[in-house]
């Protein structure tokens, strides 16, 4: 049994503690909050016997092994490393940190303090992700993918009528990138490596944000364009085009719906029923690399964070959105 804490009550906690809920090794047993009050309303509603208001005292507490962070992407890095400075595995939500730097020093404190660190990108362990890149030798020399992560947020209403929510703060290192082109990213490098070359457009908010944009990562041979957005949504599939046959997949972030089409016109439903909440992939996967004494993941490698902060970093450089953050990646 694999004892965790959460930092953070948000909707996103909220999931991550219901899926856990169907896991046999997982229970939790802390949460930490600012709000003390915030945090005993949680406590209660998921019977957690455990609340902290303060980071300092929670990492010195014995009462878990892990921790699942869910904080604004800005604090992730401080916090992990104080974590793992106490011994405890952590799960990290996407994006890792605020730039390539942050990264790495996580991934070096994993492995001086021998803990295990992973990002918790769940995209890359869905069932029907799996199929995408079983099936990806049926397409042939693959040339074109094109794929859409835009969802208007709930938090820009506010934003539009003069307020400034913190899903549109600099200083929380987030934006339309961060929060939603990693689910796009970070599964591209995953099925194809590290791009030749990156260019990336979007449109800058005045809070200093991108509120969408578009990264085109060139390949030898093919290219991957991706449109990501917090103030639109859009309703298309993706698809990953090949000289013989085309996957087309209703969201790329996550699959539900894969078909191949081939140049004659036939067409082969791939796609797997999978009705288990998204997160319990993720969250059994990085049970099983502790319980195996993995410090990093064979699936979500260290690797891979890096590249996809690389990417993220350059394709930021590119639109003119900096984050307070970023002084310090210098």
């Keep these: 049994m694999i004892r965790f804490a959460v930092i953070g009550t948000n909707w996103i906690t909220d999931r991550f503690l219901q899926a856990g809920e169907g896991i046999a090794d997982f229970t939790c047993t802390a949460v930490y909050s600012r709000s003390a009050e915030k945090g005993q309303a949680f406590a209660e509603k998921y019977g957690i016997d455990t609340v902290f208001t303060n980071l300092q005292q929670m990492a010195e507490s014995d009462t878990f092994d892990a921790v699942y962070i869910a904080s604004p992407n800005a604090l992730h890095k401080e916090q992990a490393m104080l974590m793992m400075e106490h011994q405890k595995h952590v799960l990290c939500e996407k994006p890792f940190a605020s730039h390539r730097k942050e990264v790495e020093e996580m991934i070096a404190a994993a492995k001086k303090h021998q803990v295990c660190l992973m990002e918790a990108m769940k995209t890359t362990f869905l069932p029907n992700f799996l199929q995408i890149k079983q099936h990806l030798d049926q397409l042939g020399p693959i040339r074109q993918v094109v794929a859409h992560y835009c969802k208007y947020s709930s938090r820009y209403d506010a934003y539009r009528n003069g307020e400034l929510p913190n899903a549109f703060k600099p200083e929380l290192s987030n934006g339309s990138l961060m929060d ?24 800058k908010l005045s809070s ?55 140049r004659d016109g036939h067409q082969t439903d791939i796609s797997l029923k999978d009705d288990q909440p998204a997160m319990s992939y993720e969250i059994n996967h990085f049970i099983e690399c502790i319980q195996q004494g993995m410090g990093q993941s064979p699936v979500n490698t260290f690797a891979l964070s890096v590249q996809t902060m690389s990417v993220m970093d350059e394709a930021r450089r590119q639109m003119g959105v900096m984050y307070p953050a970023d002084r310090q990646n210098v």
């Design 208 to 262: 200093g944000v991108d509120g969408n944009g578009s990264v085109l990562l060139q390949y030898d041979g093919h290219q991957a364009l991706l449109f990501h957005s917090k103030i639109s949504t859009s309703h298309l599939s993706a698809e990953i085009q090949g000289e013989d046959a085309t996957m087309v997949i209703d969201q790329f972030h996550r699959p539900s719906q894969i078909t191949i089409h081939d």
């Design 180 to 203: 939603i082109g990693v689910y796009l990213v970070y599964p591209v490098i995953s099925l194809f490596g590290l791009p030749n070359q990156i260019t990336a457009r979007g449109y």
